[in-house]
Nanobody, 123 residues
Framework: VQLQASGGGLVQAGGSLRLSCAAS????????MGWYRQAPGKERELVAA???????NYADSVKGRFTISRDNAKNTVYLQMNSLKPEDTAVYYC??????????????????WGKGTQVTVSS
């Protein structure tokens, strides 16, 4: 599975950006898709995730501001980011998990990562 992310950039605080991530390859196995981010000096953290059935999960810090969505026909996941804050500045990574990974973890399944895309929010 290959993941191609796009849509990062520089935006002022209060602005919006939309990230996209297109999956290709053996996509039939993919269940959960999501976005993680890593700021300088910090650990990578989950931002939002969505299952094949449409269930979503968000980090508390982005609830009400970010929306994750998924187009299964296009094998693409989106992250609409509104009301951006300087603390949202990070490299954002697309992630995909097969169903075994989603249920049982790394010992039983696979997850995949795209190259990161930089999001910078100026104050």
């Amino acid at each position: 599975v290959q993941l191609q992310a796009s849509g990062g950039g520089l935006v002022q605080a209060g602005g919006s950006l939309r990230l996209s991530c297109a999956a290709s390859g053996s996509i039939f196995s993919i269940d959960v898709m999501g976005w993680y981010r890593q700021a300088p000096g910090k650990e990578r953290e989950l931002v939002a995730a969505i299952t094949g059935g449409g269930s979503t999960n968000y980090a508390d810090s982005v609830k009400g501001r970010f929306t994750i969505s998924r187009d299964n026909a296009k094998n693409t996941v989106y992250l609409q980011m509104n009301s951006l804050k300087p603390e949202d500045t990070a490299v954002y990574y697309c992630n995909a998990e097969d169903s075994d990974y989603a249920r049982w973890g790394a010992d039983y399944g696979m997850d995949y990562w795209g190259k990161g895309t930089q999001v910078t929010v100026s104050s």
